[in-house]
């Protein structure tokens, strides 16, 4: 099998459509009829409803109907949980689920309250002002510390704390290794991350067709399949009497992929109710507050090394603020426990967290899912043991890599995947090196640095390595069809958020099936074309569903060589398939073309022989047993001005291993948007909650999305070490950019200002200049 | 209160529509939903993110902060009269395909309008001036660092195809 | 995020707006740019009940100069309109310096001068300039018409001294004094994002080099603009050594009082503040005799 595109950079099939304005996003679904949704939100962070009255809201003109959480009756019930707590010993762990509409409680500011139904949205929001809410305000726990104090109020009245959860996870013998120690690192990292902010926000338009007996849901979700069975249950019909539709999405990065959020369950009951197409798009002010966070985490943390810079174990306590509810389990913080360790040899682990309930909007996955908040421990803790050792920063964790020879590596605790944490592949070293190597490593330290120096600049160097666990299962399926007219439809149930799944898996199939990568028709995202699936998330993508794209062709490919031997009469060895068509090697002009066998095998007359399929398709899936890790390094370049603190990034590289590549076009593109939300994490955005947990910059002009002034050039570079866990070789790469920034702006701007002879440590993220001149007055003061 | 109804006749990609609109409705949900002009995407409703920038007389402006009625007799350029009528597509947007200047392209009609105005100003932009003239333009997919690419292309193509 | 429901009325001309004005009194704004006023009407944070569209009012818009040299520069024009206007730009360079920091091009494509002045935001660029050229506000109303200095104008956050049936119709620079130099310089987290804080100095020198007059306002670091020209005096007679610099500047380090916001601390505003005022009146002096 030739391969003409895999691995090469093949422009997106999906272009001209995005490029010409005439693709579908979900606020371009207009049907017949369609009424329009607005969402009354708790403007406190936690009360007691004491009555809510839409009598008001009823007369106003244009008002078709008000629901509060009564009227949804028996229809009214927590979420589900979605991510079940893994499998550790001694685990604590209290669910509690998001709710419809806000019943007897209101837990986070943005809690939906009460719902309009109007003839346009512009309606509907005057119709909220109509709406009377009596409420008895309670203190809000907001601070993660302080909601664990016995005074603390409870986010949820029948627990009697707030902890969500508290898990503990240990590898080797921690004791053992601070006795062997040469020296202890201890300290206090606060890390928080933010919003994901992508440019459309969420929405949900449904539509129940009474006569049809038909439910169609599109709905901005990275996970349709899920989506479809879930409402499917709640609304009680049939799975197959719902159709979700998860049309072009304007960017996805995780909190799509929480399900079941109220709007997403209350839009297709109305539809239901009123017997008319609804829609609900989420405005941005409510995008503050009704799409999931991230947050943060506040880690104590100690490193036990040995004299040369050798890791001899980690201990670390940490709280995690899970906010108001805990629909997505323990993902995130466990991704925090297991990706601390990083690419690197730690024999003795000893993690515990707690997860703590505030009230504050929900906290689930977002780019990264708390791998950013575990790297930055592991990467402070690094470069504070080379500061205390003399050790290069750099050195010190090439000392500490994980050896080529040792993989797959098992660091037996459990991942967000349920088994073991286990590193399938990976050769770190040379990587490190050609991150070294691509930012002049040696050359700026010793010349650059000092030379700039001396001309009053204050410039300075970072490194930080990272793994990222991704492709994990349960699992991904794809259909692959050869049609008629010789095109090749591929199916599949994720959904698609801007990766370029329409080109990735195209090029897939073009290479199975020896046709050209524009003439597959790619199709994510709608239940009704394909039923099975998990959905896109935690990089697995072209990972699991790329298989099973891979497999289906793999299979439609024998099964066209098969009826063509048989045509031809020869052996399958003596055939090739390209240019549409499969021939004989050696005799031009002796050919069949696909569509043509298609048709063949979809017989008018004479039958189907037994044990086989009509047409020329095939539905495979593709589960791997476990994650494939991906890795790299990243090094950065910055200037700081030392009176303003403002920052510049002179340069940034990054090298990355994620296996095998499909497009490395795609994939560049990738790591450009991980880097820039990245950026956005170190050094712009901050979610600034009052002690009312009040979000007091909830619009784009002071949430600070970086911009093409603040994401610098990317010098890219890769090595490969394929995935042995899947057929092709690869990992995925979705968030890999956007993981290892924080501590790589806390090393670099240490650097820059030569903090660490001013005994300035950087141990938070988000930094900014207003906050290293208060770090740099503090330690100056003191 | 009954709704405040203007009549208005506006241009838009060299159409003319007549309409009456309620005076509060934003020129981004007019061309959305009273013209079925969808490619004009809405981000924020508060002039930050520019995914609804279109042209007014030429000049890029975010039609979230303008009301439908105050288009009347004015001229109006959104993404789908950027394409030829061959359907060939502007120099812009092929280089964003060429340089994969677009990942969920939500941003991206913005985008296209921002810049086709500002290389039409400045035909021999440097990588400081894309990026400035960019800023305005919020991407949360790509880093803009294709897109960049793509409109340092663009100003190249176009500057080739200038008499 | 929509509007709350108003009525709109297009003002054909300056009389028919104000008479609109007067008429409606408070209950009416009026619709410039509306790069300020319809973000706040899309937040609902701003409702008013009426809206005077004052587009068309091209008598209001544009720059000229009087006989005396003053500039006048019609409320109405878009900051565009400012960019691209070489003459004006020379006559007053600090709009030279802060035009690129006023949010982006398609804001600057509508937004108007009168509508920023008028908007008064604190961290706002436009009125500290003003106030350090000493600017004087034109007001007209159905009733008449009157000035007021724009160090009297700019009373609070987002308030100013325009009276319920008056409009902000021009706003008159005095002329440029010889061998003056000035200089804006402000620190936001991005470029565009309102100032963390601003300054814009002005100093005019004598054939020894020695200040004779110096001006000096900020934004972003109080209520108003904050009008720091008596810290600025302290240069007139000297000369603008290191030293005089750096007295200024820890001056007005001693009499703002800013606020802090969710992106800066008081101390780090109060902290640029002096480093951008050394830098501006270093920039401004350098700058005397250049043309500028």
Partial sequence: MTTRYFGAPVKRNEDHRLLTGQALFIDDVELTGMLHVAFLRSQVAHARISSIDVSMALKRRGVVAAYTADDLGAYWKPGPLLVPPPPIAGIVFNQRTQVPLAKDKIRHVGEPIAIIVAESRYLAEDALDDIVVELETLPAVVDIEDALTASSPCVHDDLDSNVSAHVRQTKGDYRSAVAKAHRILKRRFRYEHGISSPIETRGVVAQWDARGNQMTIWDTTQAPVFVRNGLAAMLGLGERQVRVIAPFVGGGFGPKIMMFYPEEVALPWISMRLNRPVKWIEDRLEHFFATTHERGQIHDAEMAVASDGRILGIKDVFLHDTGAYDPYGLTVPINSQCTLLGPYVVPAYDSTFTAVFTNLPIVTPYRGAGRQHGVFVMERLLDLAAHELNIDPAEIRRRNLIPADAFPYKNEIIYQDFQPLEYDSGNYEPVLDKALDAIGYAEFTEREQPKLRAQGRHVGIGVACYVEGTGIGPYEGAKVQVQANGKVSVATGIGTQGQGHFTSFAQIAADQLGVDVTDVDVVTGDTDQFYWGAGTFASRGAVVAGNAVNEASRVVRQKALKLASDAFECSEDDLIIEGGKVSIVGIPGKFIGLGELAARANPMRGAVKPGTEPGLESTQYFGPPMGATANGVHAMIVELDPLTFDLKILRYVVVHDCGTVINPMILAGQIHGGVAQGIGNAFYEKLSFDDQGQLLNASLADYLLPTALEVPRMELAHTTTPSPLNPLGVKGAGEAGAIPVGPLFAQAIEDALQLKAKHVELLEIPLSPSRLFELTRKAAGA | ?163 | MKPAPFKYIAASSLDHALALKAEYGDDARFLAGGQSLVPAMNFRLSRPPVLIDVNRLDECAGITRSEGGEIHVGALTRYRELERASDFLRLCPLFADALPHIAHPQIRNRGTIGGNLAHADPASELPAIAVALEARMRLRSSAGEREIAASEFFIGPLTTDIAANEMLVDIVFPSPKPRSGTCFLEIARRRGDFALAGVAAAVTLDEEQRCTDARLALCGVGETPVDASHAASLLIGRRCTRDAIDAVASEVGNTIAPSGNVHASPDYQRHIAVVLTKRALDMAHTRVGHGA
């Fill in chain 2, 1 to 163: 209160m009954e709704p405040d109804l203007h009549d208005i006749e506006l241009s838009v990609n060299g159409t003319t529509y007549r309409r009456s609109v309620e005076s509060r409705m934003l020129l981004s949900d007019f061309l959305r939903h009273e013209l079925h002009l969808a490619g004009t995407h809405v981000g924020c409703e508060h002039g930050v993110c520019g995914a609804c920038t279109v042209l007014l007389d030429g000049h890029p402006i975010r039609s979230c902060l303008m009301l439908a009625v105050q288009t009347n007799a004015q001229e109006i350029s959104t993404v789908e009269g950027l394409s030829a009528d061959g359907g060939k597509l502007h120099p812009v947007q092929q280089a964003m395909h060429d340089h994969h200047g677009l990942q969920c392209g939500y941003c991206t009609p913005g985008i296209l309008m921002t810049m086709t105005a500002f290389l039409r100003e400045n035909t021999a932009p440097s990588e400081d001036e894309v990026r400035e003239a960019l800023s305005g333009n919020l991407c949360r997919c790509t880093g803009y660092q294709n897109i960049v690419d793509a409109m340092l292309a663009a100003a190249e193509t176009m500057r080739a195809s200038m008499p």
